[in-house]
Structures are given as structure tokens and as C-alpha cells.
């Protein structure tokens, strides 16, 4: 089979030949997705309790003309995202616009545009981060595979599952099948990275989630032996109290021996911290500005995403990167569908997101106290990014 080169750029397929973020199409968003799966898959609308999930084990195949399952009969995708349901995006806008400090939580940024902005700040030049956890990933995926002998792979917030290849190619080599199980809150960006997927490995299997992992950890099926990745340090997008509480919840959902993989950015110069998220081409910029044209589309509201100013800092007291967005001039915003008034004075924030730097002895506290045991530790020279593979207790 094709094995896709590390190196390989793949953010070139997900991301239209000639596209940048000023000419990115503004399409629905992906909370109000349509009901048809690509390739045929399997779509699922309603909730299934675990033990009512079929694994792929028992579901008969149709051999395709590699000897394998056609795509669509290799693909399942539960989408479990209900827009008017409790915990979405009108009750979180309601609250977080009506707080005297404004704030949205960063859960938004990623319908398909805002998807397809992240995947290219993954190959800005001042965003280390993910080339470094690719390098990194590169010189261990081997190591990692060989320890925790998974039969399921899951990723949260899997996004183009780029890094993901890089397990995927060592299972191979390790002979190693799996299932990959894949949760993401952006159901474009998951089928779509899911469809690559099965063309480039003609035997993985994938029983893909669409939700939230903050809240449909449940509706992950379970059973087998785990390797659970959750890379790019979106852990840092969640506070330190979030971040524990989210590590225990993952750990009561998992078995003794299942283990977890997770990428954390480190503490470093403010200067390379600043750079990351002020990149030259404004492609962050827009990215951030991205939640307002969500908001736009889904509650009807009239933000003018020109009229904020993207402003991103470290706060080294919290250890951690601070986007938000500010208002050029005083100004009202109406949220038609929430029937709410908005007033912004010139200056005022939106606080959009952090995204926490972690040391070595920070990451391996929280995932003790989650109950995880640390077994490796893995960091380049520079000391940029690391990953922790820890194992449940
Ligand atoms: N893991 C990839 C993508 C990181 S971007 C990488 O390392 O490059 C963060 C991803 O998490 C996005 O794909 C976003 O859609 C997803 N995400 C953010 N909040 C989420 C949530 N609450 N539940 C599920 N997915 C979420
Ligand atoms: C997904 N997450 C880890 C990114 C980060 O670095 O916090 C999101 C991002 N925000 C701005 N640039 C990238």
C-alpha cells in the first residue's frame, strides 16, 4: 500500500489549490450538518448506548478489489450534535456575550471554514507546533505502538488526522489492525479526513463520532484494548481545572492497560509564544475572527468580523496564550435568534480562547491525579512540544 511520506503536505488536499483565508467559502456550519454520509457510509442521528453499537467485527463484507471492504462499507459516523440541545452554541453565545467580561468558548472556531483556517495555520511557519509533534511522532509512532498494543485507536479532536498517519503507519508496520475512532466536534472535517483515510489504507476500519468530547465520551464504543491520542495541545485550550476534569472523565471511561497519548505545548520564549499566534499572514487573525461569521450564520446576528481587532498575548502568570478579539469602535450587535442586544464599547474584548503551556511535571501531575500512570516522555532538543504516553491505572 501507499504510505503517505511524513513529510507530505497534507493540509494540500484538504485545503482547495489557490484558496487563503480571505477567499475560503462560508459554508453552513457543520453543528446543522446534512444527513447524507459520503461513500456511502453509515450515518447514525440517534443515540446509541455502548452496548448497542455494532462493531465492525460483526458486520458482514463485501470484498472490494483489494480484498478489502469497499471505503463506504469501512466507514461509520454517529453524529451526536444536537443545535438546540443544552451545552451548544445559542446557550453558551446567551451567556458568554451577556458576562460583563465577554467570552465564547473556542469549541466554535471550527465549522468547515474555520476547520480548513486551522489546517492551514498547522503549516504557517511561526505555528511550531504541529511540525514539531510531527517530527516528534516521526522518531516514536514505533515505540508507542509496540507499548500499548492497541486494537482501537482513539483520537479526540481529531481534526485532518495529519499526525495520525504517523500511528496508522506504524500499526502497519507493526502489523498491527486497528480500528480508528475518531471524535470531532467538526462533522465536514472528520468525513472529509476520514474519506482520505480509507483511500490510503485499504484495510483500517473507522467508526467515526461527531460530538463534542466534553460531553459524548460516552458514545464511544468500548470493549478493546485503547491507544487514546489527543495531540496538538488542545488540552491547553481547556483551564487547569477543566483540563483534570476532562483527564478523569477519560480515564472512568477507560480500562487498566488502555493507554493515553497526549501533545503538550511547552513554556518557552515569549517571543516564539507571541509569533505562533500573530503569524504574518493574519491567517490566526482570521481564524479567530471566524467565530463571529458562526455566530452570524447560526443565530442570525449582524457581528461585522472587520469592525474586531485580533489581539493574542502570553500571559505568563497563567502560562498561557490569550486570543481575544476587540472592538475598533463602540457599537451594538443584535442576536436575532437569542432576541439579545449586545452593546460593545471601543476597546472592549471578546476573550476567544487560551491555550496553555505546560512543563513536563505539570503534564505528569494532572495525568496522575486522573489516574494515569506516565511511562514515557518524549521531547525534541529544542524543548518546543512534547508527548506522554501514560497508561491506566
Ligand atoms: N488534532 C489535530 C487538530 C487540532 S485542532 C491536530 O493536532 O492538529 C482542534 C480540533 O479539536 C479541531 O478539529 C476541533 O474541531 C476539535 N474540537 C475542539 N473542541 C472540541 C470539542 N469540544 N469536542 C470535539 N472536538 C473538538
Ligand atoms: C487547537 N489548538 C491547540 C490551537 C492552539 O494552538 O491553541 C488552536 C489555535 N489557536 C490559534 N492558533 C491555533
Redesign the pocket.
Known amino acids: 500500500m501507499r504510505h503517505r511520506a511524513a513529510s507530505d503536505n497534507f493540509s494540500r488536499d484538504v485545503f482547495p489549490k489557490g484558496a487563503s483565508w480571505s477567499n475560503l467559502p462560508l459554508h453552513p456550519i457543520s453543528l446543522q450538518a446534512g444527513t447524507t454520509a459520503a461513500g456511502g457510509a453509515t450515518t447514525k442521528r440517534t443515540s446509541l448506548a455502548p452496548a448497542e453499537v455494532p462493531h465492525f467485527d460483526q458486520a458482514r463484507e463485501r470484498k472490494g478489489p483489494l480484498g478489502y471492504p469497499p471505503p463506504g462499507e469501512r466507514l461509520r459516523v454517529d453524529v451526536h450534535i444536537d443545535p438546540d440541545g443544552p451545552g451548544t452554541i445559542a446557550a453558551d453565545v446567551r451567556r458568554g456575550l451577556s458576562s460583563p467580561r465577554k467570552r465564547l468558548p ?2 466554535y472556531f ?1 465549522d468547515d471554514r474555520g ?1 480548513r483556517l ?1 489546517d492551514r495555520i ?1 503549516d504557517l511557519p511561526e505555528y511550531y507546533l ?1 511540525r514539531t ?1 510531527q517530527a516528534l511522532l516521526e522518531g516514536v509512532a514505533d515505540e508507542i505502538v509496540a507499548l500499548s498494543r492497541p486494537r482501537d485507536l482513539v ?6 488526522s ?2 495520525t498517519r504517523l500511528l496508522l503507519d506504524a500499526l502497519e508496520r507493526a502489523t498491527n489492525r486497528v480500528r480508528y475512532l475518531p ?4 462533522e465536514s ?1 472528520l468525513r472529509r479526513s476520514a474519506q482520505a483515510l480509507l483511500a490510503d489504507y485499504p484495510s483500517l476500519r473507522i467508526h467515526a463520532v461527531a ?4 460531553r459524548h465520551l460516552d458514545r464511544l464504543p468500548n470493549g478493546r484494548r485503547r491507544l487514546v491520542a489527543f ?2 495541545s ?1 488540552i491547553g ?1 481547556f483551564t487547569r481545572s477543566q483540563a483534570q476534569a476532562f483527564l478523569t472523565r477519560v480515564a472512568s471511561h477507560l480500562n487498566t492497560g488502555d493507554h493515553f497519548l497526549l ?1 503538550v505545548d511547552l513554556v518557552k520564549d515569549t517571543a516564539v509564544l507571541h509569533a505562533a499566534y500573530n503569524d504574518a499572514d493574519g491567517v490566526t487573525a482570521e481564524f479567530n475572527r471566524n467565530l463571529l461569521h458562526v455566530i452570524n450564520r447560526t443565530l442570525d446576528s449582524d457581528f461585522d468580523p472587520l469592525a474586531f481587532d485580533h489581539l493574542a498575548f502570553f500571559n505568563a502568570e497563567e502560562s498561557q496564550i490569550e486570543m481575544h478579539l476587540s472592538a475598533q469602535h463602540a457599537h451594538e450587535v443584535q442576536v436575532r435568534a437569542l432576541a439579545l442586544t449586545v452593546p460593545f464599547e471601543a476597546g472592549e474584548t471578546i476573550h476567544t480562547e487560551i491555550s496553555r503551556k505546560f512543563t513536563r511535571a505539570e503534564t505528569e501531575a494532572m495525568l496522575d491525579r486522573a489516574g494515569f500512570t506516565p511511562v514515557r516522555w518524549y521531547e525534541p532538543a529544542n524543548r518546543y512540544f512534547a508527548l506522554s504516553l501514560a497508561v491506566r491505572r
Open positions: 473556542p469549541k471550527y476547520s486551522f498547522c504541529t509533534e483520537e479526540f479532536g481529531s481534526g485532518a495529519r499526525k471524535i470531532d466536534v467538526s472535517m460530538g463534542d468530547y466534553e495531540l496538538g488542545t485550550n501533545g
